[in-house]
DNA sequence: CCTCTTTGCTACAATTATTGTAGCAGTACG
DNA sequence: CGTACTGCTACAATAATTGTAGCAAAGAGG
C-alpha cells in the first residue's frame, strides 16, 4: 500500500522530455554558476576582476563555469576583453533580482 | 590602461557584509539543492518519492542537501513522514517560478 | 509474536569536482 | 626590450558526489 506517491513516474532529466528547466537547474546549480551571473549583473568584469569579486575563486572552475555559461548564451567575451551578460543572460538575471530581497528577508 | 575594472574591491563573502544573497547564492549553488526545491514546489514527498523524482541521485547527497534546506528552513520534515515546503520555502519557490518560462524560451 | 513493507537515514569505497598555486602565450605601452 | 595587463591552462591536493548496500524504527496483516 502506501502507493509510494510515486504513480506519476516522472522520468524528467537533463533536456530529455521537453523539459528545459532540469538543463537550466542542473547548470545554474554548479558551483558559482550562480555567483558568476549575479556578479556580471551590473557592468561586465575582466577574468581576474570576476575572481576577485568571487572571493579569490580557483581560475581553473571560474574558467569551466565561464565556458559553460558562454555555451548556453548567458555570458559572452567581449572583443576589447573582459566578460559580460548576454541578452539572454541579463533577462536570466532579472529572474534572479528577486532573490535578492528574499535573501534579505531570510538573513537568518 | 584597462584599469582592471576592479578599483571596487568587493570583498563580499558568504553571509559577512551584510550579503545575505551570497550565502543563499551558496546553498542553492550545490547539487540538487535547486531541483530539490523544484520537486517539492507542488507537492510533500517522501525521500524515496523524492529520489525517484531526482533522477535517482544518492540518498547520501540527498540526505546531506535536505538536512541544509532543512537548516535553511526552506523544508521540513513533516510527522506522518515526507518532505515539504515550509512557508519560506513556498516563497523561495515562487521566485523560481518565472525560471520555468525562461527555460522554455532558452531551450536552445 | 512474526513477517512483510515502507519510512528516514547511514557506511563505505570509487569516482568527480573543486581548490590553490604556479605559470603559459598573446597584446599593448613605453 | 621590459612591464603590465589580458584570457587561459597544468597539476597535485583536497573536498564533494556517486553508487551500492544496508540499518533501525514504524505500521499493517496474519
Same mark, same amino acid.
Do not use: N
Given at each position: 500500500?502506501? *502507493?509510494? $506517491?510515486?504513480?506519476? =513516474?516522472?522520468? &524528467?532529466?537533463?533536456?530529455? !522530455? /521537453? @523539459?528545459? %528547466?532540469?538543463?537550466?537547474? =542542473?547548470?545554474? /546549480?554548479?558551483?558559482?554558476?550562480?555567483? %558568476?551571473?549575479?556578479?556580471?549583473?551590473?557592468?561586465?568584469? !575582466?577574468? @581576474?576582476?570576476?575572481?576577485? $569579486?568571487?572571493?579569490?575563486?580557483?581560475?581553473? &572552475?571560474?574558467?569551466?563555469?565561464? !565556458?559553460?555559461?558562454?555555451? $548556453?548564451? #548567458?555570458?559572452?567575451?567581449? =572583443?576589447?576583453? /573582459?566578460?559580460?551578460?548576454?541578452?539572454? /543572460?541579463?533577462?536570466?538575471?532579472? !529572474? #534572479?533580482?528577486?532573490?535578492? @530581497? #528574499? $535573501?534579505?528577508?531570510? *538573513?537568518?
Amino acid at each position: 500500500m502506501a *502507493k509510494q $506517491a510515486g504513480s506519476r =513516474d516522472h522520468r &524528467v532529466r537533463g533536456s530529455r !522530455t /521537453g @523539459r528545459a %528547466i532540469m538543463a537550466l537547474l =542542473d547548470l545554474l /546549480g554548479r558551483r558559482w554558476s550562480l555567483r %558568476i551571473l549575479w556578479e556580471l549583473r551590473e557592468s561586465p568584469l !575582466t577574468s @581576474r576582476a570576476l575572481r576577485t $569579486a568571487c572571493d579569490e575563486a580557483s581560475p581553473t &572552475v571560474l574558467q569551466a563555469r565561464l !565556458t559553460e555559461l558562454r555555451e $548556453a548564451g #548567458f555570458v559572452e567575451l567581449g =572583443d576589447g576583453g /573582459g566578460y559580460g551578460l548576454t541578452a539572454l /543572460g541579463r533577462e536570466l538575471c532579472e !529572474t #534572479f533580482m528577486p532573490l535578492h @530581497r #528574499f $535573501a534579505e528577508r531570510w *538573513k537568518e
